[in-house]
């Protein structure tokens, strides 16, 4: 009996597996796509997408990214809610790869990893209470909405560095939380931070609670892990950067990781160090992060599974 091997499997149902989906099944790759636990990415965490191209009245990220499957399944996209707990690569050109849902083994000729990036929170329950109430982790994403108003960012390295400078040039004020008496940002990020009017930094002191009426943000609780003074910060969104978690653990220690976690590919390409084996969207990009270049790079990951393909024959 011949073995059931497919031509192209996709980790990962944010807008870069979609995206990889859609153009993969257009070159009739035939793809199969594995939705993982949250069909759909973070997108579907984001209440309003305002800055994805093509949607001049904004979306919702659901939304958004039910459109995405639809179109991946119109081109006979086989899409799986079941998540891929295993992964066993061939290291040969040509070889086939072996991933597992559960019991289930499925046999690819190339995969196109896009299991994306998670955010990190701090873990307290008013974070979920109050997500898309005014607590994001994604300033280029969420800032917009607090135009003129005042905001918490929480961290202290060079994401939240980048988010308080970004987030400056929309709101009244931002207030900086940072849990150690210094910076882990870079001296450029510390600089600019430093020299941006309406950032306040508070040293020593860490979100503790979140007050609010509505599930709408109002006040951040915070105490000084110093003087173990309580107090509260009148504001209305509260923006978590204390970094985000790439989504390899099951590919570790098989496909070459950077000094974060994230997917190394080449340069200029979607290729990772083993032939045949693809990453597309945050899985590999900790510098963007945008559903716009997370779906651009998915493109590129299927156009270079077509290829790579292409040439196997």
Request: glycine share 10%.
């Amino acid at each position: 009996m011949e073995e059931n091997i497919l031509d192209c499997v996709i980790v990962g149902s944010g807008p870069s597996g979609f995206t990889a989906a859609i153009y993969a099944a257009r070159a009739d790759l035939k793809p199969e796509l594995y939705t993982g636990l949250e069909p759909g990415g973070q997108l579907t965490t984001t209440t309003e997408v305002d800055n994805f191209p093509g949607y001049p009245a904004g979306i919702t990220g659901p939304e958004m990214m039910m459109d995405l499957q639809k179109q991946a399944e119109r081109f006979d996209t086989k899409v799986h809610y079941e998540m891929i707990t295993k992964a066993e690569f061939s290291k040969e050109e040509g070889g086939i790869h072996k991933l597992y849902a559960g019991n289930k083994e499925i046999l690819a000729k190339s995969v196109i990893i896009s299991t994306g990036a998670t955010a990190k929170y701090l873990g307290l329950d008013d974070e979920k209470k109050y997500n898309g109430g005014g607590v994001s982790a994604c300033a280029t994403c969420d800032g917009f909405f607090y135009r003129g108003k005042d905001v918490v960012v929480v961290g202290a390295g060079d994401t939240a560095a980048e988010e308080a400078t970004y987030l400056s040039k929309l709101v009244n004020k931002v207030t900086m939380l940072v849990r150690k008496g210094e910076f882990r940002a870079s001296k450029a990020m510390i600089h600019r931070v430093e020299n941006t009017p309406n950032i306040e930094v508070k040293f020593h002191h860490e979100l503790i609670g979140i007050e609010g009426e509505n599930n709408l943000v109002e006040r951040a609780v915070v105490i000084n892990n110093q003087t173990q003074e309580k107090s509260t910060v009148d504001v209305h969104g509260i923006f978590i950067a204390i970094g985000h978690k790439p989504n390899t653990d099951i590919f570790a220690g098989q496909i070459d990781l950077d000094e974060n976690g994230y997917i190394a590919t080449e340069k200029g390409s979607t290729r990772t160090n083993l032939p045949g084996v693809f990453a597309a969207g945050d899985v590999q990009d900790h510098i963007y992060r945008q559903a716009i270049t997370a779906a651009g790079s998915g493109c590129m990951a299927a156009m270079d599974a077509e290829k790579y393909l292409a040439e196997l024959h």
